[in-house]
Structure formats: C-alpha cells, structure tokens
C-alpha cells in the first residue's frame, strides 16, 4: 500500500482529498456556517414565540431592522437653545410637548365623563320631578281620560336627550392589535413558572463550561421557589419630567435620522444618541433635586450622562467592573461635559463589582441596569456575542448575576429611597422573574420591606411613542420593538425602599 501511494504524483493525492469533501449542503459545512446571530434568532424564535405568540413575528421583524430609533438628549453644557432650534427646524419632536399635550388631553376626557355622569345625575333628577308632576296633574283627570298633557310629555323627551355627547377621542396606541392579538395564555412563561424556559436549546443534559461540567438546573433550581411570594404593589401617581432635561425624536415610520452630533462653543458635542426606550429607566427613578445617585452598571455612559443632563442630583457615581467599562464611559463624559473638572465634587466614577459595593446609606436613588443577552446587539453583532459556544455558561449565569447585583442595589439604598432594574432583554426570567426571586431574598434574608411601583397610568401618554407590551407581565413594564418606532426591548421596574 505504501508503495503505491508513492507512485501517485502529488496532483493525484489531491484529487483524491477533494473527491472525499463533503458537499455544501452537508450537515457538518451547514453547521460550520452557522454564525453566533443566527444561534440566537434560533434561540429567541423557540423560546419568545412560546412567549409572545402571533406578536413575535412582527417584533422579530423590527428586532432585524439594521436601523433602529434614537431619541436625542440635548447637552446643557453646550449651547442649549441653538440646538433645539436646529433640532426642531429638522421636524424632530419635543417628547415632553407630546407627553404634556397628551395629559392635558386625558384629563380633558376625565372631565367630560365627570361631566357625563353629573349631566346624567341631573337628567335622572328632572325625570322623578317631572314623573310626579304627571302624577300629581293625572290625578286631577278623570280615570278613563286616555293621554297625559302633552307639554309634560314633551319635557320629558327633551330630558332625555340631554343625555346625547359627543364620543370623546381616545388615544391609540402605535401598534393597534399588538395587545389584543389571541395570545394562548396557557404558554406565556410567567415567573411563577419557573425558569426552565430559559435552558438551552442542546441535545445534552449537560453543558462543558471553561473549567468543569454545568448541569443546567442547577443555575435554576432556587428560583423555581419564588413563585409563591407575594410583593406588595402600588399604583405609582406621576411620571415626573425633569425641567432641564430636553429630548426629541422624529414622528413613527419618519425616515428622517439624527445627522452625527457636532461640538458647539463650548466644545463639546451638542446631543445624545440613544434607543428611545433608554429613557423609561431614568424618568422611572424621578431624579429629583439634590438626589445622590449610583449607576451601578454604567458603561458605555449614556444613562449616566441623561441623569447629570437634570442637572439635578447632588451627586453622581457612575460604576462599572472593568478598566475597559470604566475607559468607555469616561470617553463619553469627556465628549459631551465641558469643564468637566468643575463636577469633581459631584462626580464620581468607579471600577468595581456592582455586588460587592458596600456603601450603605449613601445612595437615594440607584438605577441598576444590569449586563442582559441585548436581544438586539446579538442579532447584529458576531464579535464577543454572548451566543458564542464558548459563553455558554455565562449566559446561563445571567439571571443569578442579575439577581445579585439588584440584591445589592436594595440593601444599600436609604429607607424611602427607589431602585429601578432594567434590561434589554424580552426573556421573563431576566426581567419579572429576577424581580421576584430578589425580593423573596431579602424579605427572607433582612426583613426588607419593598414595594413594586405599577406604572401602567402614568405612562398612558406615552403609548403613542412606544409599545407597552402587556405579556403576563406581573412587576414591570417592557418596551416591545415596532417597525414605525423601532427601539427597544427595554424591561424596567420601579421599586421602593419602605423599611
């Protein structure tokens, strides 16, 4: 054999290794093929059409959109009212204006309705009036006289259409049967469901992480012991603007965008970039003046930035773990703070684990935006995608990462103080499920008292820019994709710090 193969020239050799070569459409070149964005769409269309049902085919659409939305924070440190000129001379929107126009508008409904029901109050009181008048005239009449007097006969029909209103005009909702599709509630995946749904989609029963073997439930298996724990929660009153903080975007479906901001007299750059539902966090944590704040996962900045554009709080502390976290959100304060030496003493950032932090009492508001799967940063992004085989095991960690560091977050915020959680994830369990299997913790572990904020009221005026998706979802509220304003997903829950 060996002599052989040394009478074959080299030519040959080759023919016979390329004859052998599988073919494009074999498993193993598919499977090659296979890139870190398409094991997460395979990943999200398994487990978030069990979800999210018939409405998943539309946010998936949006989720694919190469562009997404962006709402623009104007930077009070650079030449405030020539940006907005030029914002709004280029058909941008103040999202303040529409929020006040469409409170005013709502309230303007509560009084017609008020007015509604005192008309038909009066309506009804004018009828018994007028009955017993037609009783007290009929009783003059002889028994057999047929018919009443035809002028109270006539009041009475005038009474009645007293009643006739105008419909009042009711706000519609940017995606109009998104919420009332025919969701087979049997499979939406609650918190008190467990956390199973989240397990990876592999034909093993165990998973090879970098140093050991990683039986999937073991990750999950304390969360599954939630379900029962009821949180206390209360119908939040106002969603509160800050004066200083200016935002706009463009009208649904525009195909206007943002030109890449410049840097003004000042010299620094003149507004903020960011997906529209970044917001919702911030305006959720009701910054108020002299508030002192931490970030606790900061980077790249932007959160962090918006909360000093208030130019409210009294301090500012934005964390992060790394250096190279760290270096991103210091990059971003320096492009958009001029003298930024001047904020030294309200300013802080800080490289460190969100769940090791221990300065207690410090903070009255803490907004923990927590490392998540980006749903829509993996479906776009190859490098360092957390769908990599290789970052198996930190994904299935996510949920006990997050739960630690909101943990954290609500044993060192002051009595009275708020947490708000957030991700841009639309997996349950990293969103509602986290928020219970926290709570459960420390009620259990400090007798720590918290109440979840229902927000569903005040962001009412809001549901003509964004999507509200109304999933089983039991604490939060969660930003959905849509085609015409495509931000998000952006999951955020307000919490409060009783005792």
């Not at 349950?428 to 986290?434: A, E, F, L, R, W």
Request: hydrophobic share 35%; proline share 4%.
């Amino acid at each position: 054999m060996a002599f052989l193969i040394k009478q074959l020239k080299v030519e040959e050799l080759l023919k016979v290794f390329v004859r052998y070569k599988h073919g494009s459409n074999h498993w193993s070149v598919i499977r090659k093929k296979k890139t870190h964005r398409d094991r997460a769409l395979a990943y999200f269309d398994d487990f978030y059409n069990k979800v999210y049902g018939k409405a998943w085919n539309d946010i998936r659409t949006a989720l694919l959109q190469e562009e997404n939305k962006y709402i623009a924070v104007v930077n009070n440190f650079s030449d405030v009212e020539r940006i907005q000129t030029i914002l709004e001379n280029s058909g941008a929107i103040n999202i303040k204006l529409i929020y006040d126009a469409f409170v005013e508008n709502m309230q303007d409904q509560k009084f017609q309705k008020k007015s509604k029901k005192t008309t038909n109050l009066n309506v009804r009181m004018q009828n018994i009036i007028s009955e017993r008048k037609i009783s007290e005239v009929q009783s003059v009449y002889p028994n057999d006289y047929e018919s009443s007097p035809n002028s109270l006969i006539s009041i009475e029909k005038n009474d009645r259409n007293i009643n006739i209103n105008k419909p009042s005009v009711h706000l519609k909702s940017i995606v109009k049967d998104s919420n009332n599709m025919n969701i087979d509630s049997n499979r939406i995946i609650l918190p008190s469901d467990g956390l199973a749904g989240l397990y990876e989609f592999v034909p093993v029963t165990k998973l090879k992480g970098v140093e050991d073997w990683i039986l999937e439930s073991e990750h999950y298996e304390y969360y599954r012991k939630a379900g029962d724990f009821k949180i206390p929660v209360e119908k939040e009153e106002i969603l509160s603007f800050p004066k200083y903080l200016k935002l706009y975007t463009y009208e649904e479906f525009s195909e206007e965008n943002f030109p890449a901001p410049r840097k003004g007299s000042t010299g620094v750059l003149d507004y903020y970039l960011f997906d529209g539902g970044s917001i919702l966090p911030i305006l959720a944590l009701d910054i108020q003046l002299g508030d002192f704040v931490l970030d606790m996962c900061a980077a790249p900045g932007g959160k962090t930035l918006t909360i000093l554009q208030t130019l409210m709080p009294n301090l500012v502390v934005a964390n992060d773990l790394s250096q190279s976290r760290v270096n991103r959100i210091k990059k971003v304060l320096n492009q958009y703070i001029a003298n930024i030496g001047q904020l030294d003493n309200k300013l802080f950032i800080t490289e460190e684990d969100a769940r090791k932090i221990n300065n207690k009492d410090v903070y009255n508001k803490i907004l923990v935006d927590v490392p998540c799967t980006t749903d829509r940063h993996v479906l776009h992004e190859n490098d360092n995608n957390i769908f990599k085989p290789t970052r198996i095991k930190e994904r299935l960690r996510l949920p006990e990462i997050q739960a630690n560091i909101l943990f954290n977050a609500l044993k060192l915020v002051t009595v009275g103080g708020t947490v708000v959680y957030s991700t841009c994830s639309l997996s349950p369990i990293q969103n509602d499920g986290v928020i219970q299997m926290t709570l459960k913790r420390i009620w259990e572990e400090s007798n720590t008292v918290v109440v979840v904020k229902d927000m569903s009221d005040v962001l009412n005026p809001l549901q003509t820019l964004f999507n509200f998706g109304n999933f089983g979802l039991k604490h939060g509220h969660i930003v959905i994709p849509t085609v015409g304003y495509n931000w998000g997903p952006m999951y955020f829950c307000k919490m409060v710090k009783l005792k």
